[in-house]
């Protein structure tokens, strides 16, 4: 199975301050991409797919990139209710695989 | 508005059964593909099993394959998910997700726990 890292674990970020995310695949997955947000006791919500294509309603200052085996979520300015931790998933290879997360928090 | 609702979860001990459902609307289940992610206390998401709109063809991850099974009943609107001889590292929240154009989920569910302990 491909096998999906993230980094870093933890991101601490001041409020304004961009972030950058990272996402490793251990073979390549094209452009089938996905980053998710979840907040504490609240379901996963899509962010972006395709690598670098936001999902209805999700603000420009989230945007993705990348193809193949590196790919990065940047968050521009970040706002309060950005502080949550976020994965990325594979949809090129069955079975489907997460990453392990990284968790946004303020500084 | 797109609506997964998940039911059934709960407790059983280890060795048992529990089946859990997902009751969709807002959107023409049938022409997508659905799929069971779960997460397990303070750790991260897993895929555990996925069927497509209409063939109805599966793929399950390999810490369920042989024990858990994925079905759909596109007349009821409805996902299934039947899990037997359950393991106590199966204790997870199950998550019902929504396929799109591909295998990534545009839509959740708000999870139904499932604790297997003694």
């Known amino acids: 199975e491909i096998v999906m890292t993230q980094s870093p674990a933890t991101l601490s970020v001041s409020p304004g301050e961009r972030g950058t995310l990272s996402c490793r695949a251990t073979?390549?997955?094209?452009?089938?991409l996905a980053w998710y947000q979840q907040k504490p006791a609240q379901a996963p919500r899509l962010l972006i797919y395709?690598?670098?294509t936001r999902a209805t309603g999700i603000p420009a200052r989230f945007s993705g990139s990348g193809s193949g085996t590196e790919f990065t979520l940047t968050i521009s300015s970040l706002q309060s209710e950005d502080f949550a931790v976020y994965y990325c998933q594979q949809y090129n290879i069955w079975p489907l695989t997460f990453g392990g997360g990284t968790k946004v928090e303020i500084k | 508005e797109v609506q997964l609702l998940e039911s059934g979860g709960g407790l059983v001990q280890p060795g048992g059964s529990l089946r859990l459902s997902c009751a969709a609307s807002?959107?023409?289940?049938?022409?997508?593909?659905m799929n069971w992610v779960r997460q397990a206390p303070g750790k991260g998401l897993q895929w555990v099993s996925g069927i497509s709109g209409s063939s109805g063809s599966t793929d399950y991850a390999d810490s369920v394959k042989g024990r858990f099974t994925i079905s759909r009943d596109n007349s009821k609107n409805t996902l299934y998910l039947q899990m037997n001889s359950l393991r106590a590292e199966d204790t997870a929240v199950y998550y019902c997700?929504?396929?799109?154009?591909?295998?990534?989920?545009?839509?959740w569910g708000l999870g139904t726990l499932v604790t297997v302990s003694s």
């Open positions: 073979q390549s997955v094209s452009s089938d």
């Open positions: 395709g690598a670098s």
């Open positions: 997700a929504k396929g799109d154009s591909k295998w990534y989920f545009d839509c």
């Open positions: 807002g959107f023409s289940f049938s022409s997508y593909g």
